[in-house]
């Protein structure tokens, strides 16, 4: 079985909303819809590296990832991104704690410090946000994907639940040789196909 990620995602245009992005002004990759996500929140720390480049081998940070998946989740049950912090209160913190009280992340505020949340996230622990971000009933399985498949990702594995529901609905994938890579870095390249994944099922592979 190949696991591979589909280029191809990038064909058809996500909702308007992020969509109306500049994200045609990105010269070094189509892949510079996702500027909308990173950057309209005022996410400085991962904003694209020029108003003419996306830089879509960049890493995720954790931050951008808890913002991505704030993002999708809002548009899916609200049809808009209305998250914005308020004067004087640091950009992040609406989208913590809109993550919080909807579930994609547990505890409180302050359980995730800055300098724990600018560092690159893994593709094992995304695919947690990301699995939260929208309903259950969004993630239907079109791939019949056996437990053990992924080969390594095994069931006693801290992501397995996560992974393994994302790459059955055809969101997420891994490698040719079958294997997902939990603990690799995700590139915004690679976030832009997932959240085109999530927010247009269209889009998602079948294997």
Not at 13 to 42: C, F, H, M, T
Not at 67 to 96: D, F, H, N
Request: with cysteine; net charge negative; proline share 5%.
């Amino acid at each position: 079985m190949a696991l591979g990620m589909a280029a191809q995602a990038f064909t058809l245009p996500l909702p308007e909303s992020i969509n109306n992005w500049l994200w045609e002004k990105q010269s070094d990759s189509v892949a510079g819809r996702v500027y909308y996500v990173d950057s309209a929140a005022g996410n400085d720390a991962n904003n694209g590296t020029s108003e003419t480049t996306f830089s879509p081998d960049l890493a995720v940070s954790r931050m951008s990832a808890v913002v991505i998946a704030c993002m999708i989740s809002q548009l899916k049950e609200e049809g808009a991104i209305t998250l914005k912090a308020a004067s004087g209160e640091s950009w992040y913190r609406p989208y913590l704690e809109y993550a919080i009280e909807n579930k994609i992340l547990t505890g409180s505020v302050g359980d995730y410090p800055w300098e724990e949340m600018k560092v690159p996230i893994s593709r094992g622990e995304i695919a947690r946000y990301l699995s939260r971000a929208v309903p259950k009933t969004d993630l239907k399985e079109i791939n019949d994907i056996k437990r053990g498949q992924i080969t390594d990702v095994p069931s006693n594995h801290q992501y397995f639940s996560e992974i393994y529901t994302l790459c059955r609905a055809g969101v997420f994938s891994g490698s040719p040789d079958g294997s997902f890579q939990p603990d690799a870095q995700i590139t915004r390249a690679q976030i832009a196909i997932v959240a085109d994944c999530l927010l247009n099922p269209e889009m998602r592979v079948k294997q």
